[in-house]
């Protein structure tokens, strides 16, 4: 179980530094969202155009990265989509158990199929190497490949998960209180 635990540590801090990353995406993204809106507004002013579809679609690559990147970490602090008003009122265990077998039926076959049906598009996107229709527009290959990576650090976290919970099933009270902590809200700064 040490090995496994030690697989999930690293899994865990992959989500955690993808984590980071976003944030700091975030802030680019910002800056080339105002570049956006203000080269539009000056240029309408000036009567040039100061923008192009390159960076409209890199805004819009970016915020799908973001996007894409945040699925694991979500996963991993537990601020996935559930329905509370039962849930909350449970027990540590009798959750663990929902958790897990949630994991096991449905994230972990649900990460395996969307891999599994999008890695021909993708394949066929490099071959082609397909580019966005409108003018100056960027490849759209890179971007759909990171749907492949999202689910693939999905399916990494999900696993990293089941371990977690397997762990606090047989009584490891670190883990348990790594696993508690996790779902705490989280502190950005």
Known sequence: MRILLRLSRGIDRLSEGLGKVSIYLTLILIVIGFYNVGARYIGRFIGRNLSSNVFI???WYIFSVIFFLMFAYNLKHEVNVRVDFLYAKW???RKTWIDLFG???FLIPFCIMGIWVTINPVLFSWRL?????????LPRAPIKTFIIVAFVLLLLQAIS?????????LGDRAVQ???EAEAAPIDIS
């Open 57 to 59: 679609e890199t805004q």
């Open 91 to 93: 027990s540590l265990r």
């Open 103 to 105: 994991a096991l039926l």
């Open 129 to 137: 190497w397909e580019m966005s229709p409108d003018p100056g527009g």
């Open 161 to 169: 998960q089941v371990i977690k919970y397997i762990a606090v099933l």
């Open 177 to 179: 209180r790594q696993v």
